[in-house]
């Protein structure tokens, strides 16, 4: 629905601009030429201005945002985020005490990917649980929004069970999971090779 609204405020002033191209025509053909260009030239002008502070001040900013959580798993310092604060020192000082809290901060943000890749991080790397590890991917996929999201959670849980687990069948069970329901995304492809 949020796309929707954004998608019919970039095109309102395209509307306007083609709204007022009748009377144009109309100031034309009653030979008020003069008057039908500079009535066409100030609503390009005014749709031009509108367009260019939207997309400076707001779809560009946007899309930035959605490029940079989509290849770098998040635009943040771990300075500007509790989450990966959390797990940072979660990690400096092995302290597993510090994870039931950690895994309440990601249950809050579980649309966010960069949050379940941190936990199933602590949990397989730090403290050498990868059933855990597993478990916090799977439910991940379930959560995250995107579709390459889910399937790169899928294909990693299926990944930590062949390689952590020597569970082959469950592996393969998960691999054939994610090609099926994500065909089309990277890992949704290379599950499918495997």
Known sequence: ?????????????????????????????EGMVVYGMLLMFGALVIMTLLETL??????????????SERLYAGTYAPEDDA?????????QEKDEQLMPQLVRMVQRDS?????????ANLQLYEFSQPQEAVASLLQGADKVKAKEDRAFLLYRAAKTCEQHLNDAARAK???EQ??????RTTYGKLAAKK
Do not use: N
């Open 83 to 91: 989450l990966v604060a959390l797990a940072d020192k979660i990690r």
């Open 1 to 29: 629905m949020r796309r929707f609204f954004a998608i019919l405020a970039v095109l309102l002033p395209v509307a306007g601009f083609v709204a007022c191209l009748p009377e144009v025509r109309h100031f034309i053909d």
């Open 111 to 119: 649309r966010r990917p960069r949050a379940w890749q941190e936990l």
């Open 54 to 67: 939207l997309f400076k001040w707001w779809v560009l900013p946007a899309w930035g945002r959605s490029i």
């Open 178 to 183: 994610t090609a099926r329901r994500f065909p």
């Open 173 to 175: 069970d998960l691999y």
